[in-house]
């Protein structure tokens, strides 16, 4: 057997590890045994005599008979993942409407479109027509979908009665959340909430105001409360963007929801991004500061960030499957959220017609980091989906230089060290 390409031996103060993605297992070694591999490695001969080691080894696929055959097998199941026609997976923008007038949101220029009754029944026949589909996973998203609340109950009576497994997600400013509304949510069967706050009560309000520039956090908050008190099993999260502005704000907003315990709850950072290319702002962080920052939270705050270490199932963006697709107001699909309102990126309609196909055919099969070189030859290959498919495909297709790789390549040394202390702690 031969030492497995996308093993990945370090040392950090005084202490020896062994990372292998193809098993995505971190292994503490000793010092002489950490030596004894470094050496057989330089000398291209690895010779493993205690029969233990041996076979945990070829349990975490530190040996292997071929990398090339272990790399067929995880994109043999990309490709059914990507083919599965058993699930049906649709973003429905109910309006893209808004109450907030954010500083950085991209969809600032929409027009205020709200769903109609056609459309409505255009999409449950759309749904019908997926024959295969088991399963069915809706997200709402916006604009503000609550705007358009009495449509989201509209469509999930509708959806729920095809006999599908159903289950819904929506991403909300939170605003809107109470009263008549929160006391539907039941109804909904919304398993999860995303809900944004962008720092405290002066940051967030500065940034995340009323379109008539009111202020929206004490009030958010409130919801919240609110609607973990009623709804304590329903998964709630917490996005706080991020840019060179507000990172301070970050451990306050996660030490404010960390005295309340509430279950199934959790704060991340996101960092803002100007992916429709529409600004010079200096306050959108790069890569560097982002991994500053980031190492930082974990290091004075011990804040448990997925960053520092890749996720044990291997994530790859739901557009390379034929069977996601956001659906705008209007009954028109998008493979992406981020190309909702433009025009130019429109795919198809709810009713039948196609458009676009190149662009539809970019998205499922073009940019595929299994077939880019610098992909292949990158140790994060088996644990990495390539990156966002919408920057991959701007970069292959449209002429621009993103970097799409994730954070951890540029300092696997320390994001994995500090997954491995806090696993300590």
Request: glycine letters at 6%; aromatic letters at 10%.
């Amino acid at each position: 057997m031969k030492w497995s390409r996308y093993n990945y031996l370090f040392e950090a103060e005084g202490r020896y590890f062994l990372y292998n993605s193809l098993s995505n297992c971190l292994a503490e070694l000793d010092k002489d045994g950490f030596i004894e591999l470094q050496q057989q490695i330089n000398s291209k001969v690895i010779e493993v005599s205690n029969q233990g080691r041996l076979a945990q080894f070829k349990q975490l696929r530190v040996l292997v008979d071929n990398d090339d055959d272990e790399i067929n097998k995880i994109r043999y199941v990309s490709r059914l993942k990507r083919n599965n026609d058993r699930h049906l997976v649709l973003t429905i923008n109910p309006t893209l409407s808004c109450n907030f007038s954010c500083i950085y949101c991209f969809e600032q220029e929409h027009s205020s479109v709200t769903m109609s009754d056609d459309v409505e029944n255009n999409i449950i026949r759309f749904i019908q027509h997926h024959q295969s589909a088991k399963s069915l996973d809706i997200t709402w998203f916006g604009g503000e979908p609550l705007l358009a609340f009495d449509r989201i109950v509209s469509l999930t009576q509708k959806m729920r009665a095809l006999g599908l497994d159903y289950k819904a997600h929506i991403i909300t400013n939170g605003y809107l959340l109470s009263g008549k509304i929160m006391a539907q949510f039941g109804d909904l069967a919304i398993s999860s909430v995303q809900v944004t706050l962008d720092g405290l009560a002066p940051v967030h309000n500065k940034r995340r105001h009323l379109k008539s520039g009111g202020f929206t956090f004490n009030r958010i908050i409130n919801n919240i409360d609110v609607f973990k008190a009623k709804y304590p099993s329903i998964n709630v999260s917490v996005r706080v963007n991020i840019d060179n502005t507000n990172k301070d704000d970050f451990v306050g907003v996660y030490e404010l929801f960390a005295k309340r315990n509430y279950p199934n709850f959790q704060v991340y950072p996101a960092f803002v991004q100007d992916l429709a290319g529409r600004s010079d702002s200096k306050d959108i962080m790069d890569r560097t500061q982002q991994i500053e920052f980031l190492k930082s939270l974990r290091r004075q705050c011990n804040i448990d960030i997925p960053v520092f270490f890749p996720k044990s199932k291997r994530y790859e963006c739901s557009v390379r499957n034929s069977n996601s697709l956001v659906i705008g107001p209007s009954g028109e699909l998008y493979k992406c959220w981020n190309d909702v309102g433009d025009e130019s990126r429109i795919v198809g309609n709810v009713d039948g017609s196609v458009r676009n196909q190149n662009l539809l055919l970019r998205y499922l099969v073009g940019a595929d980091p299994f077939e880019d070189p610098k992909c292949k030859s990158c140790i994060l290959l088996p644990v990495c989906g390539g990156g966002c498919p919408y920057l991959r495909i701007q970069n292959l297709y449209e002429g621009k230089d993103t970097n799409t790789c994730p954070l951890i390549k540029d300092n696997l040394n320390d994001f994995i060290w500090l997954h491995a202390q806090y696993k300590n702690r």
